[in-house]
T-cell receptor, first 114, second 110 residues
C-alpha cells in the first residue's frame, strides 16, 4: 500500500489567494482526519470524517476553512482567502475506525502564505 | 488545553543509552498512543495501549500506563542515531478526539 498520499507537498501563495490541499487515504480506512501543525500550537485536529461524513469540524479555525470528502478515496481542505497566519504544515491521516485504532499520517503539505 | 503533555520537552543522550519520556493527561481515557515524527515527515504510530493494560512492548520500545496517576511512559532501550525524532503521546478522551501533546524532542548523539 502506498500509504496516505497528500498533494502538493509544498505550497507558497500570496495572501488572499485560494489554497486547496488534497488527500488520498489508505484504501479500506473509513475515517479521515485533517490536522495542522505549528510551532506555537502544536498538532491540532481541524476536522474528521467517518464514512465520508464530516463528524466534527469544531477545530476548523474559521469560515475561511472548508473540507470535503466526496468519496472514500479523496478529500480536500480549502482555505479561501488565505492569510499569513495560515502558514503551517497540514497533515491528513486515516484509520480503520475513528480513534480506537492507530492513525496513519501522510507526509504533510507545508503551506506558506506571504 | 492539552490533554496529553510530554516531559521533558527535549532530551539529549548518547547512543546506546536508554531514553525515557513521560506523558500526563487529565481525564479518563480509552487508550493512549505514542507516535514518532522525524524532521519534515508525518507522524508514525509506535504503540497503542488500552486503559486496561499496564505495559506493552514492541522491539526496543516499552510503554507503561498508570491510570491512577494518569500518566504513561515510553522507554527506548539501546538508543540509536535513527531514534532522533520528536515523540508524541495522544489520548482519546477529550470529546472523542485524539489529542496530541506538544512532544519530546529526542536527540541521540553518536
Amino acid at each position: 500500500d502506498a500509504g496516505v498520499i497528500q498533494s502538493p507537498r509544498h505550497e507558497v501563495t500570496e495572501m488572499g489567494q485560494e489554497v486547496t490541499l488534497r488527500c488520498k487515504p489508505i484504501s479500506g480506512h473509513n475515517s479521515l482526519f485533517w490536522y495542522r501543525q505549528t510551532m506555537m500550537r502544536g498538532l491540532e485536529l481541524l476536522i474528521y470524517f467517518n464514512n465520508n461524513v464530516p463528524i466534527d469540524d469544531s477545530g476548523m479555525p474559521e469560515d475561511r476553512f472548508s473540507a470535503k470528502m466526496p468519496n472514500a478515496s479523496f478529500s480536500t481542505l480549502k482555505i479561501q482567502p488565505s492569510e499569513p497566519r495560515d502558514s503551517a504544515v497540514y497533515f491528513c491521516a486515516s484509520s480503520l475506525q475513528r480513534f480506537r485504532y492507530e492513525q496513519y499520517f501522510g507526509p504533510g503539505t507545508r503551506l506558506t502564505v506571504t | 488545553s492539552q490533554q496529553g503533555e510530554e516531559d521533558p520537552q527535549a532530551l539529549s543522550i548518547q547512543e546506546g543509552e536508554n531514553a525515557t519520556m513521560n506523558c500526563s493527561y487529565k481525564t479518563s481515557i480509552n487508550n493512549l498512543q505514542w507516535y514518532r515524527q522525524n524532521s519534515g515527515r508525518g507522524l508514525v504510530h509506535l504503540i497503542l495501549i488500552r486503559s486496561n493494560e499496564r505495559e506493552k512492548h514492541s522491539g526496543r520500545l516499552r510503554v507503561t500506563l498508570d491510570t491512577s496517576k494518569k500518566s504513561s511512559s515510553l522507554l527506548i532501550t539501546a538508543s540509536r542515531a535513527a531514534d532522533t525524532a520528536s515523540y508524541f503521546c495522544a489520548t482519546d478522551a477529550e470529546s472523542q478526539k485524539l489529542v496530541f501533546g506538544q512532544g519530546t524532542r529526542l536527540t541521540i548523539n553518536p
